[in-house]
């Protein structure tokens, strides 16, 4: 009770495939309210997963000061790096990145110290360009009981990059996002290792951002895609945003696909320039403006307007998409 499982990650990375001393066996279930680490062994017996080790929240605070664990990734050295959004306490300036080794063991940070981001959230590594980039969510202390627009204007909610040396853990550089790249979480570079370019989705704006490497080796970004707000009745504002809270991109870079929470649709867009994106499909699976919703939008001409939500198997998609999964081919999302 009060665990809040958000992301979920491995103890080995996909890179690891066929290599025989390793196995992706367990999954790693930060708890962000909580602070516990779940480790469960889905090799023992893949029907009935079983709880392997509990990570408790006490343990880290004591070694690291860190506390809301959100984010999990596997290294190549086999420790496990997870982004830790605040110190214990809820404090945003606490915040940084817990070490677990390959037993499961509180290591300590990452970062090196006075190098903590001014928020947390997701991260990501392209090690052929040594750099690592991480998200800014908010405060803790702010989002636990629950979102308040307030909190925004108060200056508990994010809005930066924050560009590390990989695997050195020293903060070079911050790339603040202004007005327009409010809330970003999700980060993905491309696949392609070679390349010095990936995106980040910020929510509240509904931009997906571009960042990338300048001639001079360090880095800048721009809005590569922009969700227009919807002008709406019987909703809480008289402006709606779409809120892209997940994207992924495809693995072989040809396309990337977001969605918006809100309006409920997803998107797929053709990144072939990456710089460019054009806009190639578009569904509505759930969202507060499907038909039979007490939610309308308004069309320039004053109409209003919902959209069509399919049934699956004769159920109703009641919520919004939200987190999604591309699978290997591309075929399915």
């Known amino acids: 009770i009060g665990d809040e499982l958000h992301h979920s990650g491995w103890n080995a990375c996909s890179s690891c495939h066929g290599d ?6 367990f999954l790693i279930l930060p708890s962000l309210l909580s602070g516990r ?34 984010t999990s990734h596997c290294l190549a050295t ?16 606490g915040n940084g990145f817990l070490l677990l080794d390959s ?10 110290p006075g190098h903590s981001p001014l928020f947390g959230y997701d991260f990501w590594y392209q090690p052929r360009h040594k750099t690592m980039i ?3 969510w908010g405060a803790p202390a702010a989002f636990r009981t629950g979102f308040d627009l307030q909190h925004v204007q108060d200056g508990l909610y994010g809005r930066h990059l924050h560009v590390y040396d990989w695997p050195g853990g020293e903060l070079k550089q911050t790339l603040d996002l202004g007005s327009t790249g409010l809330l970003p979480l999700e980060v993905r570079f491309l696949h392609d290792p070679s390349k010095d370019t990936g995106y980040v989705g910020c929510a509240l704006t509904s931009n997906m951002v571009r960042f990338f490497k300048t001639a001079d080796g360090s880095w800048s970004h721009e809005v590569a895609i922009s969700i227009e707000p919807l002008k709406v009745r019987n909703w809480m504002l008289p402006e709606m945003p779409g809120l892209i809270t997940d994207f992924v991109i495809s693995l072989d870079d040809r396309y990337l696909y977001l969605v918006n929470w809100l309006h409920g649709d997803i ?7 990456p710089a460019k994106p054009v ?13 039979g919703s007490d939610v309308v939008y308004v069309t320039d001409d004053d ?8 049934q699956v198997k004769g159920h109703r998609l009641r919520g919004g998409p939200q987190m999604i999964q591309l699978s290997l081919d591309g075929k399915r999302v």
């Not at 025989?20 to 066996?25: D, K, N, P, V, W």
């Not at 889905?42 to 860190?66: F, N, S, Y």
């Not at 998107?267 to 320039?273: A, T």
């Open 20 to 25: 025989a001393s390793t196995s992706r066996r």
């Open 37 to 70: 680490v779940y480790v469960v062994d889905t090799a023992k017996d893949p029907r009935a997963p079983a709880l392997h080790k509990v990570v408790q929240a006490e343990d880290i605070a004591e070694k690291t000061g860190l506390g809301f664990p959100h």
């Open 78 to 93: 086999g420790d496990i790096m997870i982004s830790c959004l605040g110190d214990k306490e809820g404090n945003a300036a």
């Open 103 to 112: 037993e499961f063991n509180v290591k300590g940070r990452w970062e090196k």
């Open 134 to 136: 991480s998200s800014s």
């Open 267 to 273: 998107r797929q867009y053709n990144i072939e320039d």
């Open 279 to 291: 806009l190639a499909g578009q569904v509505y699976v759930g969202g507060l403006l499907q038909k």
């Open 303 to 310: 109409k209003e307007e919902q959209y069509a939500v399919p």
